[in-house]
């Protein structure tokens, strides 16, 4: 098969996938076809992806009709084997000469090793793409990200909901195949009410405005995406306010829909007496409605909704949207108007019959460690004990109301709503809700003192138990999430810029469960540090250091520092120094020192005998450690490490000196400790903010 490139184009209809899921089995079938592709090299231009309820497909541009021929070589067996005495081949010699398509006599033989063998070097023809074009979308569906397939009727195929139809177009020629037990066509469908019949593409290319202009389906992600937007903004303007965009939500109702129409609706004003996270709760959450917002940020009494369907009576769709949302709402209404029938503080007795985990005891049992670990952090950081162990003790009363119980994600938030009504103090109440803080990565941080103190000692709490119990994450499996509750912590410590002895702590939260093991300390210590590395790697946000490295991260690890502050601090005077003209004669001096340091039986300690320095080099060298040891206590007592290591570089001209004119290893022995000594004092004044013989060079 020859001739110009054509356009491909893949489609699998389908029942309503799901809309959550929709845009990573969008990327990961194109990232498929696209390997597919590349590992046949198949040359191409551009590949899109299309995603909607309703199907997945990718349109591949200029795509070859045939492979380039592809160089072979071929080592076939020894001469010895492949020919007889009188010389005429053997069978292994024309099986290995058939198998490449020539005769004997078109070998040639190479030299390896010790022996001879035979050699075929040629080339073979390309295959058609459209014999390897089924192959490549077979792998690419069954390499999706979906956890649980389903089969449907008395199909044995299995996907991840059932398959209607199957477009497989390569120019105008249909790619004959059967793929998850539907033979391929060259038709596509319109949407599933306006348009429902097939529509037959003449060709591959014209299926993004096949479906656009005759089948009421806009099929990109994307542009369906921003058309939604833009539609949601126009009709939030309408309303003399401001439509709240979520991010999530316009995936989420893009996944939803194939030809969006938003439509303005209204609920009863009463319903702004909730609070307004329950408002935009139930609108988004469980309804998939934009909530609306006048200029001042306060809420009105509108939503906008997007419909499937371009009606012919768009006042029938709003009062049906209307007659939906008004019982949730009325719900919600009455959750708020019982949970407030009596105080916060009368759920706490109730969380002891609330099991937290069966070997660390109930909800109560975990209150109880926190209010008490709360009261210490508080001290700590200069909040007031009183109202942090108040808010501890609250903290997860919420947990048993009516709101809560109905809208899990606002545990916390109707908790300060309740405690404000209760008349607790003003800082109490938004503890109650700061101590789930952060939320999410990036997300905000406690912002009062009782609040940060309950924080952190709610997150050190489960961290602690789980480790006691042995229940550490291993792989992707982390159902208490410890490793957002470790990054949580350090963000706050970092972020919030508190310099705290975080290994005491750990250790406190530890001494505070029902249980613990020897090894539970060292463990989750060296975990809280390995989640500090992810975290400063990865850029480390507010608290974050650019361009370091891990090697960076264990120089500094190594000094054994408790608080992450102040080990954000001391790589960030790493890095300072580490751009300095001496850092990198320094770092291979630190690197050198270290290995005669391990080699020596002495090992480098003890005080430096000034009657024993003999050579004017080591002389000069304790001198100017001694001219600089104020300065760098100083610098060391305050936490000033970049100027203490800028200090420490003005040694770079004696340090080389010494390793030119001086032998460490002489041969009396007395002369020998004391210069191991001396390089050991030397090393231990970089090694207090980070070991230099860690880094590479």
């Known amino acids: 098969m020859s001739g110009a490139p054509r356009d491909f184009l893949v489609e699998i209809g389908t029942e309503e996938l799901p809309p959550l899921a929709l845009p990573e089995l969008e990327r990961a079938f194109a990232q498929g076809i696209r390997a597919g592709l590349t590992e046949a090299n198949l040359p191409f231009g551009e590949l899109r992806s299309f995603a909607t309820p309703r199907r997945l497909a990718v349109l591949v541009r200029d795509l070859a009709p045939l492979q380039p021929a592809q160089a072979v070589k071929l080592k076939g067996p020894p001469v010895s084997a492949a020919f007889a005495k009188d010389g005429t081949p053997t069978t292994a010699a024309l099986k290995f000469a058939e198998k490449c398509g020539v005769a004997v006599s078109a070998l040639t033989r190479i030299t390896e090793g010790k022996g001879e063998f035979l050699h075929f070097a040629g080339s073979k023809p390309g295959l058609a793409t459209l014999s390897l074009l089924p192959d490549i979308v077979r792998r690419a569906l069954d390499a999706l990200p979906i956890p649980k397939r389903m089969r449907w009727g008395s199909s044995s195929a299995e996907f991840v909901r059932p ?124 309804q ?128 300060r709503y309740y405690a404000a009504a209760d008349g607790e103090p003003a800082e109490v109440a938004t503890a109650i809700d700061e101590h789930y803080l952060p939320r999410g990565a990036g997300g905000a941080l406690p912002a009062t003192g009782a609040g940060t103190a309950v924080a952190l000692a709610d997150k050190l709490d489960t961290l602690a138990g789980i480790f006691a119990i042995g229940q550490k994450p291993s792989g992707t499996k982390d159902p208490f999430g410890l490793r957002r509750a470790a990054i949580g912590v350090l963000r706050i410590l970092i972020e919030r810029r508190l310099d705290m002895d975080l290994r005491a702590l750990v250790a406190r939260a530890i001494g505070l469960q029902p249980l613990t093991a020897p090894t539970v300390e060292a463990d989750l210590w060296d975990y809280v540090l390995e989640r500090l590395r992810a ?151 970089f090694a207090r903010i980070a070991d230099l013989s860690l880094l590479p060079g």
């Open 288 to 415: 998939r409605y934009f909530p609306v917002a006048s200029a001042d940020g306060k809420l009105l009494a509108h939503f906008i909704t997007v419909s499937n369907i371009e009606s012919r009576d768009p006042a029938k769709v709003r009062a049906g949207n209307e007659r939906v949302v008004r019982p949730r709402l009325s719900d919600a209404a009455f959750f708020w108007t019982q949970d407030r029938k009596q105080p916060l503080a009368a759920r706490l007795p109730a969380l002891d019959a609330v099991t937290f985990q069966a070997k660390l005891g109930s909800v109560g049992d975990k209150v109880r460690r926190v209010a008490k670990l709360s009261g210490e952090i508080a001290l700590l950081i200069d909040a007031d004990r009183g109202k942090a162990e108040r808010a501890a003790q609250l903290a997860k009363c919420d947990l048993l109301s009516a709101m809560v119980g109905e809208f899990p994600e606002l545990q916390g938030i109707m908790g």
């Open 163 to 286: 398959v209607h139809w199957l477009t497989l177009l390569f120019g105008s020629e249909i790619v004959p195949a059967r793929i998850l037990e539907t033979d391929a066509g060259s038709a596509t469908r319109g949407h599933r009410f306006m348009a429902p019949q097939d529509f037959p593409l003449a060709q591959a290319g014209d299926y993004e405005a096949t479906l656009r202009e005759h089948g009421k389906v806009l099929a990109d992600f994307t542009a369906r995406r921003t058309q939604i937007r833009e539609q949601v903004v126009a009709a939030g303007k309408q309303l003399g306010g401001a439509a709240l965009l979520d991010d999530a939500l316009l995936d989420e109702v893009t996944a939803l829909v194939e030809w969006p129409m938003a439509i303005a609706g209204a609920f009863e004003t009463r319903f702004l007496e909730l609070p307004r996270e329950v408002l935009i709760c139930t609108l988004q959450q469980h």
């Open 535 to 685: 975290y400063l790697l990865d850029g480390g946000g507010a608290g974050g250091v650019p361009g370091i490295t891990t090697e960076m991260f264990d120089a500094v690890r190594a000094g054994n520092p408790v608080s992450p502050l102040d080990f954000t601090v001391r790589l960030a005077a790493l890095a300072k120094f580490l751009a300095l003209p001496d850092a990198a004669g320094l770092t291979a001096a630190n690197k050198r020192i270290s290995n005669i340091l391990k080699k020596a039986e002495a090992g480098g300690g003890g005080d430096v005998d000034v009657a024993l320095l003999r050579e004017p080099a080591e002389k000069a060298l304790h001198a100017a450690i001694g001219a600089l040891a104020g300065d760098v206590e100083r610098a060391l007592a305050k936490r000033d490490y970049a100027a203490a290591f800028a200090r420490l570089a003005t040694l770079r001209g004696d340090v080389d000196a010494f390793f030119d004119g001086v032998m460490v290893n002489a041969e009396d022995a007395a002369l020998r400790r004391n210069r191991l000594a001396l390089l050991g004092n030397l090393r231990a004044r």
